[in-house]
């Protein structure tokens, strides 16, 4: 999982198409079921470090693709 920090976006919605999953919406078209990871996204941002420079995608990416319900999961 990827964050991105609402207060640096300027909402260009380049990173839309760059996501594998399609787990980035702009704020108008998210999906209701989507809306509670706004807050998360938000919260997350301040904490975790930003990312300069691109790496590979860790080696079980595929696996959690397709998989829903993962938040149980996530380490803060």
Same mark, same amino acid.
């Given at each position: 999982?990827?964050?991105?920090?609402?207060?640096?976006?300027?909402?260009?919605?380049?990173? @839309?198409?760059e996501?594998?999953?399609t787990? #980035?919406?702009?704020?108008?078209?998210? +999906?209701? &079921?989507?809306? %509670?990871?706004? !807050?998360?996204?938000? @919260?997350?941002?301040?904490?975790?470090?930003? #990312?300069?420079?691109?790496?590979?995608? +860790?080696? &079980?990416a595929? %696996?959690?693709? !397709?998989?829903?319900?993962?938040?149980?999961?996530?380490?803060?």
């Amino acid at each position: 999982m990827l964050v991105i920090d609402p207060e640096e976006c300027i909402d260009c919605s380049l990173c @839309e198409p760059e996501c594998p999953v399609t787990a #980035i919406y702009a704020e108008d078209d998210m +999906p209701e &079921d989507q809306h %509670e990871f706004l !807050e998360l996204n938000a @919260e997350l941002s301040l904490i975790w470090p930003v #990312i300069s420079t691109m790496v590979e995608a +860790p080696p &079980d990416a595929a %696996e959690w693709e !397709e998989v829903k319900e993962k938040r149980q999961y996530l380490e803060r």
